[in-house]
């Protein structure tokens, strides 16, 4: 069957686009392949510096002719509806069939040539395509991401013949900017044109400019008895900026090395795009990175090392600037200078933030055996980094150039809990508020990294017990950032996370910036399940909605909101929270409608929520669990079925008028189930509960098989509607069983 | 191809370029007088850019950021450097490829070293301009801005320009492998860049941070943005307003801007509402260039097309 090849040959696509685009042109292929009534085997797509590629195998030459039966109007109809329907199909009246009242055609369509269809799709492509930036270039009007050259475009072998806004179809494509022969070339077919790109160094794939960048980049580390420090970003992003990937080793000054190795890491990997390196023998970065160049230069990279190597200098000695000038400046500037920076119009200034966290981190650091002058302390300076010079230029490393600083300048801290400085607002600051409200940063250096860089201040009395669990509450604070971020467990540091984000969801549910849909300027849900983490895994007793009403308190409540709109806040509030922490709960497998069950109890205690979700889930896997299930919903269809002829008689069970056997029996074993549940519950032993309401299958399950509910006798079913009634609330003080599917 | 066995001295880069692009098309144009931040803001690029007529120059700008200052103590930041800069409108089809000979020229061979081209899409809010392109990297450091204009002043082009910024200092420290800016060889035998700049780096520096007397900066600010105004309001001898004058006043005001931020007079609350007032400025400039562009009113500097848009107005 035959190949469509089409190449879309450009000047430099961002590197950020190539991924993107390549789905793009996929799904619009497909789309317009599919308008055209054609079918295929495999349709492929491939993105690159210079080009996006698609082939798809296995073409028709043309759609098949059809014929197509065609509904018109009744017979019945006023004799313009028939003449319309004659015009539309082209038809005569003697060519209709009259069916049950009704005309009908029969409308033969002829097929299309396949090479008719692919100009317009190519156009239309090429016209829709939704790059999120596109630009015109030269007299023209057609807008593409950068100048489009060339258009490959050969079905079954040959040219199909178009032009798009000048630009011709043809077979020729070229190689690589400067190690290819420097003339296009004419390609056959999709194997030809990519084992031709090959021997002009273009790799076509990214998947094959990626594993080649891997291979030679830990090749080249290996070399050296180091290692490559992996970056899948990084990776994808450099896999997009040459189409010949050729890593090579440079040197760096190891004097840089007494920088924190983020600082490195960060000035290689934004500004450069190389991969740090490291040396295992000294456990830490080795004074090395790895460049992907796009030549293999001729006197096998030693000029452009060299070059990248200065230029790597250059840029640490900046980092080095910032550094040096930071730790001269310290903690006692950097707040005074938040007073000025705003961190949201009504939010306030970090300053305001600064003491709104300080205040919370206080009043929950007894729930997490955090000492509450000592949690004030650490929230009060958790976010002094913000106006260092470092994080302006870096702001990812926010949190953690605070930790840095806050033990490198050993003893910066206003130990009185008062608000340092007054005064001083509209100071210039380049500080954004990036606080929150930045994209995560998943990719950090990893511990042992951290370790040696502190292990090495300048100043020669590191902080010690107390301060250096401070330090660490200032570095990790942000955390968790992202899904796989580690989760804190440090009492101190703990309760700043927790007051950070808790300090961020309040104040713009306040202000009422929720998300919507896919927008989330402000994070909120990574806030969100940052507490829920939080909390579960230092199994923090924290009452979200008595923190958020205390809490609340801490905002000016200048907008003219009423304290309706307050309790309104909190419910809303709430709710997000019960929203994150089932996204977290099925992502951990659990099903969607037990941890509704567990939430129509009203519970906020998110600890004890996913307690009892855990032993739910356990309970229903069971046979013990399923069944008592089936029966609590026969239950409640009975009791339904009866709430629609009048009240359900409720109170006690009249022992004396249960006649038959399984009744007799189903009512003892309420009766001990609702203490033993009672019991279990008040002890949070979950897993008991669910072994109490196991003791309640067999007889439910007998009561079902014996007893007949409606019984003419009016005490004997009021006793028994009673029974029921019972079972459903025993059940009910562990969940609600009626959400359950099943 | 070798490197060459000696490389361009500062000012043989800078001949060499002009070479090339005259040779190419470019009208090589002086430096304009009046001070500028960037090469851009030079009015052979930024107001030839509207309009639809074509236009090829080339020129070096001295450009000044009196912020940067730092006393001629820092190896890489000036307050006062050279951008050369190309414009080619509308741009060739192949204006990547005479890029890449320009680095050949001056003896940068694309087989030794690593040439990039990394997404950068440039934009200068106080002349409300701005395009798509790259910055050009050579073995990872920043030689060339590389741009495709699509608007200016806030309007966007007719066609698209290519412009190219080299800068220079960076270049020709790569090119002679130097690590300090104020080591640079300016002539081949041996004159410095710091024999020739070092001093007006010093002084400078602390006339940008210390010196300028920042009521009469912002009093001089106040008297340009009225004399801009002032004079597109006039019209000259074939009934056009007066646009290059009054840009001429744009540049002035925008430099006191720059030197009143580095004075530390700017507070964050006025920082906007100046960018703001020469954003203006500026737009009511370029409104008025291509109005009169479009009406071919100015005589063509190849007096071609003059006549073209008379009978239409």
């Not at chain 1, 430099?12 to 799904?27: C, F, H, N, V």
């Not at chain 1, 730790?327 to 950097?334: E, I, L, N, P, S």
């Not at chain 1, 906020?604 to 029966?631: C, K, M, P, Q």
Request: charged residues 25%; hydrophobic residues 40%.
């Amino acid at each position: 069957m035959p190949q469509l090849l089409i190449e879309l040959f450009s000047e430099e696509i961002p590197a950020r686009m190539q991924g993107a685009a390549a789905r793009d042109l996929e799904r619009m292929a497909s789309e317009r392949l599919k308008a055209a009534g054609l079918t295929w085997d495999a349709l492929t797509t491939y993105a690159g510096p210079r080009r996006l590629t698609l082939v798809v195998e296995g073409l028709p030459v043309a759609t098949p002719d059809r014929e197509e039966e065609v509904k018109g109007p009744r017979t019945s109809a006023p004799e313009q509806a028939l003449e319309g329907f004659l015009r539309k199909t082209g038809l005569t009246k003697e060519q209709l069939t009259d069916r049950d009242g009704v005309w009908f055609a029969v409308v033969a369509s002829q097929g299309v040539q396949t090479t008719a269809v692919v100009p317009e799709m190519v156009d239309q492509i090429v016209r829709g395509f939704p790059w999120p930036k596109s630009m015109r270039w030269g007299s023209g009007t057609l807008r593409w991401v950068r100048p489009l050259k060339r258009i490959v475009a050969l079905f079954d072998g040959a040219v199909v013949p178009f032009d798009i806004d000048g630009i011709p179809s043809s077979d020729m494509t070229e190689g690589h900017r400067f190690m290819g022969s420097g003339q296009p070339f004419a390609v056959r077919d999709f194997a030809d044109y990519r084992a031709r790109l090959e021997q002009e160094f273009v790799l076509l794939d990214a998947a094959d400019r990626r594993l080649r960048i891997l291979e030679a980049a830990k090749a080249v580390c290996a070399e050296r008895g180091l290692v490559l420090v992996d970056d899948d970003g990084l990776l994808e992003e450099v896999a997009g900026l040459a189409e010949w990937p050729t890593p090579i080793l440079g040197d760096m000054d190891p004097a840089f090395l007494d920088l924190p190795p983020e600082v490195i890491r960060l000035s290689m990997k934004v500004h450069q795009k190389y991969f740090a390196v490291r040396d295992p023998a000294r456990d830490g970065l080795a004074p090395n990175f790895v460049v992907v160049a796009n030549v293999e230069a001729s006197d096998g990279g030693r000029a452009l090392a060299g070059g990248n190597s200065r230029v790597l200098s250059a840029r640490l000695n900046d980092a080095r600037f910032f550094w040096d000038e930071d730790r001269k400046v310290g903690f006692d500037t950097w707040l005074k200078k938040l007073e000025g920076v705003t961190f949201h119009a009504k939010l306030g200034t970090l300053a305001d933030r600064v003491e709104r966290i300080a205040a919370l981190a206080r009043e929950i650091a007894p729930l997490l055996g955090a000492d509450p002058d000592q949690a004030e302390r650490a929230a009060r300076l958790a976010k002094a980094d913000l106006a260092s010079g470092m994080v302006g230029e870096f702001p990812e490393l926010q949190g953690i150039m605070g930790g840095y600083y806050a033990r490198d300048l050993a003893a910066p801290f206003p130990l009185e809990g008062g608000r340092v400085g007054d005064g001083g607002g509209g100071t210039a600051s380049p500080v954004s508020p990036q606080d929150s409200a930045a994209g995560s940063t998943d990719d950090r250096v990893n511990a042992a990294d951290r370790t040696q860089a502190a292990s090495t201040p300048t100043q020669p009395s590191p902080l010690q017990g107390e301060g250096s669990a401070l330090a660490d509450a200032i570095r990790d604070h942000y955390k968790p950032q992202g899904p796989n971020d580690t989760v804190p467990t440090a009492p101190l540091t703990v309760a700043v996370a927790l007051a950070d984000k808790l300090d961020t969801l309040v104040g713009f549910f306040a202000i009422d910036e929720r998300p919507t849909g896919s927008k989330d300027p402000f994070a909120l849900r990574r806030a969100a399940l940052g507490v829920i983490r939080l909390l579960i895994a230092n199994g923090c007793r924290l009452k979200v909605s008595s923190v958020v009403r205390v809490h609340s308190a801490h905002f000016p409540r200048r907008f003219g909101e009423s304290d309706l709109s307050q309790a309104g806040e909190e419910v809303e509030l709430l709710l997000f929270f019960a929203d994150r922490l089932k996204v977290l709960l099925r992502d951990q497998g659990q099903r969607h409608d037990l941890v509704d069950a567990v939430f129509a109890l009203g519970d906020d205690d998110l600890v004890r929520i996913v307690r009892r979700v855990e032993a739910l889930g356990t309970f229903l896997a069971t046979d013990d669990g399923t069944n008592l299930l089936a029966g609590y919903k026969r239950a409640s269809n009975i009791l339904r079925a009866e709430e629609k002829k009048g009240p359900i008689p409720t109170g006690m069970v009249d022992l004396n008028r249960l006649v038959l056997p399984q009744e007799q029996a189903l009512a003892a074993s309420v009766q001990r189930a609702r203490m033993d549940v009672e019991t279990a519950v008040a002890a949070e032993d979950f897993a008991g509960a669910m072994r109490a309401l196991a003791a309640l299958r067999a007889p439910v399950d007998d009561f079902f098989v014996g007893v007949m509910v409606n019984s003419d006798v009016p005490e004997e079913r009021d006793n028994r509607l009673k029974l029921l009634g019972q079972v459903r609330d025993v059940m009910g003080q562990v969940a609600d069983f009626g959400l359950i599917a099943g | 191809m070798a490197e060459p066995s000696e490389p361009l001295a500062f000012q043989d880069l800078i001949l060499t370029l002009q070479k090339y692009w005259g040779e190419r098309g470019c009208a090589i144009l002086q430096p304009y007088d009046v001070e500028v931040g960037a090469g851009t803001l030079h009015p052979a690029t930024v107001l030839r850019a509207l309009g639809p007529r074509p236009w090829k120059a080339a020129y070096v700008q001295p450009s000044r950021r009196p912020g940067d200052g730092r006393y001629g103590e820092n190896p890489n930041r000036l307050q006062h450097y050279y951008q050369f800069q190309v414009i080619l409108k509308p741009n060739p089809d192949d204006l990547q490829e005479l890029y890449l000979g320009s680095l050949k020229a001056i003896g940068i061979d694309p087989k030794l070293h690593d040439i990039r081209f990394v997404e950068d899409d440039w934009e200068n809010p106080t002349v409300g301009a701005w395009g798509l392109g790259w910055e050009v990297w050579c073995d990872g450091m920043e030689v060339t801005q590389f741009t495709y204009f699509q608007g200016v002043g806030g309007i966007e082009v007719d066609v698209v320009s290519g412009e190219l910024t080299y800068g220079l200092e960076r270049l020709a420290m790569y090119v002679q492998g130097v690590d300090n800016v104020y080591d640079l060889k300016f002539t081949r035998d041996g004159t410095t860049y710091g024999e020739v700049f070092l001093e007006n780096e010093r002084q400078q520096s602390q006339a940008n941070f210390h010196g300028y007397d920042v009521e009469g900066l912002k009093r001089r600010f106040e008297d340009m943005e009225a004399e801009s105004t002032r004079l597109l309001a006039m019209t000259g001898p074939q009934g056009q307003q007066l646009v290059l004058p009054a840009y001429d006043q744009v540049l002035k005001a925008s430099h006191l801007f720059n030197l009143m931020d580095a004075r530390g007079a700017i507070a964050v609350a006025e920082r906007q509402s100046y960018i703001g007032r020469i954003r203006d400025l500026c737009k009511a400039c370029a409104v008025a260039y291509v109005e009169q562009e479009r009406e071919a009113l100015l005589p063509s500097p190849r007096g071609g097309r003059a006549g073209d848009g008379v009978e239409a107005h």
